[in-house]
């Protein structure tokens, strides 16, 4: 077992995230924590990306280049850094690299000491959950792929689905509330609360969880250490709300009523029954986001985190304000940056 306190690691230990390699610099989520992790200043930060790549990244992230069909350069690219964050988009995902499983063997290869695998969303540890929703994707095979190697601990931040990207997108597919239709749609009382977070408070959480020290110096330090989360989950939020809950926001910024809207009622086990039977039949569109998201309003309780124990307060995560994410989620709706290709499922 390898020392659990900072007084027993070897001479020449540094106790802390010096270097963080992230892939998906510029990707939705991945912008966000490049963004917050910049602002504290306390890291070097390496971007990853495909050789050719045109993408450009700001100014204070280190750009390197790698080939995934050659190991030789994500080893080289990942060498020395001390923590790996990797956000994939759809495409990415797709695409038959098996890029992620590349990514953390090379991680191994290198001797990073921790790895996020591309799991952002409802509680990933949660197996029943994430099968039922058709959402369980690589994590399990990147959580038993590290642990199979033995190098590096795996932490992914567990957030529930992303506010701004789940309230205002898709019409009423996602959490119910069609803006442009002015249709509200709610899984049977519309009661059931979750927990949701924005793409800031995404980096927040990370950028606070790399400033924290690696270790505890000795056994009488119970000061937050990122060891705390080793092999497991980071749990946080923004919110934590029932439909009706970010209706009554939606209406609050849109100055609206509820004479202007079309309000319904569905229930939420049939909703889920027919949307799983089409993507059975190959539907893994509107379909498959209807199925996810009536899953996790399900009166179990799975949605919300909370009960688990939320990272916020170790983490020092700032309050927010609801209606402001909700101005900030339509906002976003308009640059085009809320489409469903540009997201990262795990």
Not at 65 to 73: F, G, I, L, M
Not at 139 to 167: M, Q
Not at 313 to 340: I, N, P
Request: proline share 3%; hydrophobic share 40%.
């Amino acid at each position: 077992m390898s020392p659990r306190f900072a007084k027993d690691q070897p001479a020449g230990f540094v106790n802390r995230i010096e270097k963080v390699a992230i892939v998906g610099v510029t990707g939705s989520l991945g912008s966000y924590f490049v963004k917050h992790l910049l602002a504290t200043g306390k890291h070097q930060i390496t971007g990853i990306t495909r050789t050719g790549s045109k993408s450009t990244f700001p100014p204070g992230v280190k750009r390197v280049e790698v080939d995934y069909n050659d190991e030789s350069t994500l080893v080289a690219a990942l060498k020395g850094h001390d923590f790996l964050v990797i956000t994939l988009g759809i495409t990415a995902q797709m695409d038959g690299s098996n890029a992620q499983a590349k990514l953390i063997t090379a991680a191994a290869t290198a001797g990073v000491p921790y790895v996020m695998p591309n799991a952002y969303g409802p509680d990933t540890l949660n197996e029943k959950l994430t099968t039922e929703m058709g959402a369980d994707g690589g994590f399990p095979a990147a959580r038993s792929l590290i642990e199979k190697l033995g190098v590096s601990t795996w932490l992914v931040l567990v957030c529930g689905f992303w506010y701004e990207w789940s309230l205002v997108g898709e019409g009423a597919n996602r959490f119910g509330i069609d803006f442009a239709g002015r249709t509200a749609t709610f899984f049977d009382k519309g009661e059931e609360k979750i927990t949701t977070a924005t793409w800031d408070q995404c980096g927040r959480a990370l950028a606070a969880l790399l400033s924290l020290k690696r270790f505890p110096e000795d056994e009488n330090d119970k000061s937050p250490a990122i060891e705390n989360w080793a092999n497991n989950a980071v749990y946080i939020s923004s919110f934590c709300v029932s439909q009706k809950d970010m209706f009554e926001s939606a209406k609050r910024v849109t100055g609206t009523t509820d004479a202007d809207w079309k309000i319904e009622y569905v229930e939420a086990q049939a909703r889920y029954a027919d949307a799983a039977e089409k993507v059975k039949g190959g539907d893994y569109g509107a379909s498959l986001i209807r199925m996810m998201y009536t899953r996790i309003f399900f009166p179990t309780g799975e949605g919300d985190t909370s009960r688990l124990g939320l990272a916020n307060a170790a983490l020092g995560l700032r309050e927010e304000s609801m209606d402001e994410s909700t101005k900030e989620g339509l906002r976003l709706e308009k640059t085009g940056v809320l489409s469903y290709g540009n997201q990262i499922l795990y």
